[in-house]
């Protein structure tokens, strides 16, 4: 998901600048909010750090087609959501994406404050929807498919939503505005057919390497239910 230069110019940018400020700031009070429940920082920072891995491979090496306004990538937001937590997610996400721009495509810099409230915000709003329907007996490892479905249209539909909102604010509502938004977003929401398979995937191969439970590398939530 990488939003078009030109979709948002000139002195409207700034309104992506404040909106990453408060999704990052978000992001860190979640991650601190995490740490004073029994996370310890080390534990935090190697998430974090595999979660950039894992989010620079979604856009670098997985298929992406610019469609629209915008770009269809398989971010996997669910995924990374689900293994590491909430707070490793949005900094994975927030530094795969600011690694990809500096290094590998420059050009998407000006748009840089855009995409990480695109991507950020709607982890958040999954993150509580989780919360609701993932009883907290029930360890992630163990989510069933149509929870995982619900976590991936939740998150992806976010992603629409944002990105036609900028679209909008950007070029209002013209007809060949709305025909790109439209674009995208049906093309988009195709990613909510694959997300889930992967979630249900990567959790039946959490559930045979049981030698992570405890470890840095994944939340405990993934292998045990809340307190």
Known sequence: ??????VVDGAKIALSYATAVGAAGLGVKMAVDTVKNGDNIA????RSILATGLVYSFFELFPHQPVGVSEVHLILGSTLFL???VGPAAFGL?????IQSLFFAPGDLP???MNVTTLLVPLFA???IAKKIIPANTAYKDVQYSQALALSAAYQGGIVMWVAFWALYG???????????ASFGS??????LIEPLVDLGVLATAKFLHQLKGTYFVQDRLYTAAA
């Open 83 to 85: 293994i590491f937590g």
């Open 1 to 6: 998901m990488h939003i078009e230069p030109g």
């Open 94 to 98: 927030a530094a795969g994406l600011l």
């Open 126 to 128: 999954m993150s509580l």
């Open 187 to 192: 093309a988009y929401m195709l990613v909510v």
């Open 111 to 113: 748009q840089y404050g």
């Open 171 to 181: 070029h209002g509502f013209g007809a060949e505005n709305l025909a790109q938004i």
């Open 43 to 46: 534990a935090l920072a190697v």
